[in-house]
């Protein structure tokens, strides 16, 4: 798609998002908001896209290009190798940053193969997307925190970093004990960080994105944008309830690199796609 094209659909649909939810397009927003997100940190979270990924893989990729995506996060290779992935990614310019590895593979033998696959994609992260729900409790989390360090060391060993992604029971105050805390208290810095899905932190009544970063900086290398509908359910990103600017405010200090849009649940996952770009390219904060 052509520079001309691309921007008179991602003008447009901005328009008509804004239009639907009664607000003025991210473009217009106050002029003393000046930061933007670099494009290159604009990427998409590959789950989102899994319905289109499952029967043409390097169609979906080349689409998400053409829309505007600089990254994105893997999550389910859909039959295919690393090495497949890899020059499908290149023939389209997307780059991948992350891809998403049980907590088994991670914790055991297979973690070495999972590095190697990583390098394969031209990532920079191994992320655990979720824990066992077996370790749901203050000693399961401080587990999982020892598990972490242990396999963070391998992982920076082999020049990665390892980062694990919320979901909204990570926020859960147990025993007194907020268990993402736990986490974030008891993880090295230097071997561990953090993808923060800002859905599932709000979700989960978290503090707000923005007190964590300034709170643990340095932290969150990547972010999950996912919007939340009035009713709490999933939303394209720009069209629900969550203060984007606000969340970002402070991410420069929370040390993020990457913005992965995700919707758990979309109707149409190009539609979806193009919408969420349009909402981050335009943002001011």
Same mark, same amino acid.
């Given at each position: &798609?052509?520079?001309?094209?691309?921007?008179?659909?991602?003008?447009?649909?901005?328009?008509?998002?804004?239009?639907?939810?009664?607000?003025?397009?991210?473009?217009?927003?106050?002029?003393? @908001?000046?930061?933007?997100?670099? /494009?290159? %940190?604009?990427?998409?979270?590959? +789950?989102? &896209?899994?319905?289109? $990924?499952?029967?043409?893989? #390097? #169609?979906?990729?080349?689409?998400?290009?053409? !829309? #505007?995506?600089?990254?994105?996060?893997?999550?389910?290779?859909? *039959?295919?190798?690393?090495?497949?992935?890899?020059?499908?990614?290149?023939?389209?310019?997307?780059?991948?940053? $992350?891809?998403?590895? *049980?907590?088994? !593979?991670?914790?055991?033998?297979?973690?070495?193969?999972?590095?190697?696959?990583?390098?394969?994609?031209? #990532?920079?992260?191994?992320? =655990?997307?979720?824990?066992? *729900?077996?370790?749901?409790?203050?000693?399961? +989390?401080?587990?999982?925190?020892?598990?972490?360090? @242990?396999?963070?060391?391998?992982?920076?060993?082999? *020049?990665?970093?390892?980062?694990?992604?919320?979901?909204?029971?990570?926020?859960? =105050?147990?025993?007194?004990?907020?268990?993402?805390?736990?986490?974030?208290?008891?993880?090295?810095?230097?071997?561990?960080?953090?993808?923060?899905?800002?859905?599932?932190?709000?979700? %989960?009544?978290?503090?707000?994105?923005?007190?964590?970063?300034?709170?643990?900086?340095?932290?969150? /290398?990547?972010?999950? =944008?996912?919007?939340?509908?009035?009713?709490?359910?999933?939303?394209?990103?720009?069209? %629900?309830? $969550?203060?984007?600017?606000?969340?970002?405010?402070?991410?420069?200090?929370?040390?993020?690199?990457?913005?992965? =849009?995700?919707?758990?649940? /979309?109707?149409?996952?190009?539609?979806?796609?193009?919408?969420?770009?349009? +909402?981050?390219?335009?943002?001011?904060?």
């Amino acid at each position: &798609m052509n520079g001309t094209r691309r921007a008179f659909l991602g003008s447009a649909l901005g328009v008509a998002a804004a239009a639907a939810v009664g607000t003025a397009p991210a473009s217009a927003a106050p002029s003393g @908001r000046r930061r933007r997100i670099p /494009p290159s %940190g604009i990427g998409m979270h590959l +789950y989102t &896209m899994r319905t289109p $990924l499952a029967t043409n893989f #390097g #169609g979906t990729l080349e689409r998400l290009a053409e !829309i #505007g995506y600089a990254t994105v996060g893997v999550s389910g290779r859909h *039959g295919n190798s690393a090495a497949a992935i890899r020059r499908m990614l290149d023939g389209t310019g997307l780059e991948a940053v $992350l891809e998403h590895v *049980g907590y088994d !593979i991670v914790t055991g033998a297979g973690l070495p193969q999972a590095l190697e696959d990583i390098h394969t994609l031209g #990532g920079r992260w191994i992320v =655990v997307p979720s824990l066992p *729900g077996s370790l749901h409790s203050p000693a399961g +989390y401080r587990q999982v925190a020892k598990e972490f360090n @242990r396999a963070g060391q391998v992982a920076r060993d082999a *020049g990665l970093k390892l980062l694990y992604h919320n979901h909204g029971s990570d926020h859960e =105050v147990v025993d007194g004990v907020s268990l993402y805390d736990i986490l974030l208290a008891e993880t090295d810095p230097h071997l561990v960080g953090f993808e923060l899905d800002l859905y599932w932190a709000a979700n %989960g009544g978290a503090s707000a994105p923005g007190e964590l970063f300034v709170r643990h900086p340095r932290r969150f /290398p990547a972010l999950h =944008v996912k919007d939340m509908a009035p009713d709490g359910g999933f939303e394209d990103v720009g069209s %629900g309830v $969550l203060d984007f600017p606000a969340m970002f405010d402070t991410a420069k200090r929370g040390g993020v690199k990457q913005w992965l =849009v995700e919707h758990d649940a /979309p109707a149409d996952p190009f539609a979806s796609a193009l919408a969420s770009y349009s +909402y981050l390219s335009r943002l001011r904060y």
